[in-house]
Nanobody, 123 residues
């Protein structure tokens, strides 16, 4: 069983940085693709970034390319999302998720989810 717990959210000014962490307290997720999604108030859940398990290929939503970076440490059972140059429109609850499937940008493809962490960017 994979059990994901996010941390690192908070309040930051526009232009600032945050690093989110997602730790797995269950079995190792070295064979899972890991993703980050976000949901702003009144909006749908959106794909942010993903990293594959075999080659650690990374994928990003266009809105965060060049500003966010996803990485994983399989030895620590943790995935990270480094967020730089934050904008007010990045404000959302951020969720990490894990899948053994091949699709990485669709929320329904993911089997396990964390509880979410709030990120608020003030202007």
């Amino acid at each position: 069983q994979v059990q994901l717990v996010e941390s690192g959210g908070g309040l930051v000014q526009a232009g600032g940085s945050l690093r989110l962490s997602c730790a797995n307290s269950g079995r190792t997720f070295s064979s899972y693709t890991l993703g980050w999604f976000r949901q702003a108030p009144g909006k749908e859940l959106d794909f942010v970034a993903a990293i594959t398990w075999r080659t650690s290929n990374t994928y990003y939503a266009d809105s965060v390319k060049g500003r966010f970076a996803i990485s994983r440490d399989n030895a620590k059972n943790t995935v990270y999302l480094q967020m730089n140059s934050l904008k007010p429109e990045d404000t959302a609850v951020y969720y990490c998720a894990a899948t053994r499937g091949l699709v990485y940008s669709t929320a329904t493809a993911y089997d396990y989810w964390g509880q979410g962490t709030q990120v608020t960017v003030s202007s």
